[in-house]
């Protein structure tokens, strides 16, 4: 059976959603009403998988990475998940077990040292830029370090 879920409106993201909800996604439609009504989340394989899936995010009152391993659980709902792909400036911050996050690429866009630490040995990276991209200075970094200050 192929199931289909068609958007319509300018409620679920952009300036709509930016003005109403202070994220540039409507997080509560994203991470809750989506994989808990519409196409359902199927927890029971996703616990049953015997891959560790992690997230990372960026605590913005230390600069830091915080990694956490997604278990899966009802209980522990999508609010990891939609921390680490919290963007600056579009995004509300997150606050999580005490922690104050955003997106985990701020801090450590390619954790390839943290698994490397936590003995994965056989780990792939899959580059999405050209072989010759070099990252340029970000012009929205003053802006980033009034708001977050």
């Not at 409106?9 to 952009?14: A, F, N, T, V, Y």
């Not at 606050?95 to 104050?100: N, S």
């Amino acid at each position: 059976m192929k199931k289909g879920l068609i958007l319509e409106g300018g409620s679920m993201r952009g300036i709509h959603a930016m003005i109403t909800s202070g994220n540039i996604y409507n997080t509560d439609f994203c991470y809750h009403e989506v994989p808990l009504k519409h196409d359902l989340f199927d927890f029971e394989t996703y616990r049953n998988n015997p891959m560790d899936f992690y997230v990372v995010c960026t605590d913005i009152e230390s600069g830091k990475a915080v990694y956490r391993k997604y278990e899966g659980t009802e209980e522990q709902g999508f609010d990891w998940i939609r921390a680490a792909a919290s963007m600056p400036l579009v995004s509300r911050i997150v606050e999580i077990d005490g922690y104050k996050l955003l997106d985990g690429g701020i801090a450590d866009s390619i954790p390839l040292r943290f698994f490397e630490d936590s003995g994965y040995d056989r780990n792939i990276v899959i580059l999405t830029r050209p072989e010759d991209y070099r990252k340029k200075k970000n012009s929205l970094m003053p802006l980033m370090k009034r708001k977050y200050k």
